[in-house]
């Protein structure tokens, strides 16, 4: 990581933070409340978005420090992720209280703005994380040996996570919209598997090119390891994917 965090990095970082640790309240109110762990309505789902959105946003404002991106732009580009991942987990973490389901629920006016507004909030993750994939392919990014491929690996990668949500969310608000609720929100599990393994990526792989960097090993061995890491990582999607097709 640079040595200069500029004050929407440092933001960015908090607002992470804060989310995760939301995820782990969620998890003790789970512990405490019970209920179900899977389904529509459960604590599992603020627990899991809570801890997955503060954890992609923290690693996105990380890698992205990597790319060769103008700075006005990546802040402005951060501070609205930072805000959408707020506004999610927030819409997520409200349904949860309410004891209702956070997506595809169209049972009240007051349910279908939340549902709305959460599929309107992937479709603006979709946009400002292909803008970073398409930057990290424009410009080969900077940082130690196997940085650029397991950041251009993680956001190609990344990609499958966004367009796997945006088909759950499509189906499922297809579904709902002609009158088939209860099969809205089952239709988004084939996918699942697919969504949660290719959606982190992006900070595992970046990672784990910093961590081969702090090693003494050469730079041949260390650019070895990433791409050995991004070819395991390729086939745990390809399996996720053909089990998607299979049960979709």
């Known amino acids: 990581m640079k040595p200069h965090v500029r004050p929407a990095e440092r933001l960015c970082h908090v607002i992470g933070a804060l989310l995760i640790l939301s995820g782990l309240v969620h998890l003790g ?8 762990w899977y389904g529509p309505v459960s604590w ?29 732009l990546r802040t402005v580009l951060l501070v609205v992720f930072a805000a959408d991942c707020v506004v999610e987990v927030g819409g997520i ?4 209280w309410r004891r209702v ?3 595809l629920d169209m049972e009240t006016p007051f349910d279908t703005a939340v549902s709305m507004m959460l599929a309107v909030g992937g479709g603006v993750l979709v946009v400002l994380l292909s803008v ?22 993680g956001f ?3 990609l499958v ?6 088909a759950m969310i499509a189906r499922g608000v297809v579904l709902a919209r002609t009158g088939h609720q209860e099969a809205a929100y089952h239709s988004t599990a084939p996918l699942k598997p697919l969504h949660g393994v290719s959606l982190h990526a992006v900070l ?35 399996v996720a994917g053909v089990w998607a097709v299979l049960t979709y």
Do not use: N
């Open 204 to 238: 595992v792989l970046p990672a784990l090119a910093w961590l081969l960097s702090r090693t003494s090993w050469s730079e041949a061995v260390r650019l070895r390891v990433v791409t050995v890491a991004v070819g395991c990582y390729v086939v745990a999607v390809a």
């Open 44 to 72: 599992r789902k603020p627990v899991t978005f809570g801890l997955s959105f503060g954890a992609t946003l923290i690693a996105v404002t990380w890698v992205t420090s990597y790319l060769r991106i103008g700075a006005r």
């Open 156 to 158: 190609a990668i990344m």
């Open 29 to 36: 109110v789970f512990a405490v409340d019970g209920g179900p």
């Open 101 to 103: 389901p956070s997506h």
């Open 93 to 96: 973490t409200l349904q949860a």
């Open 161 to 166: 996570a966004l367009v796997s949500g945006a």
């Open 132 to 153: 970073f994939a398409v930057e990290s392919f424009r410009h080969r990014p900077a940082g130690p040996t196997g940085m650029a491929l397991a950041v251009r690996s």
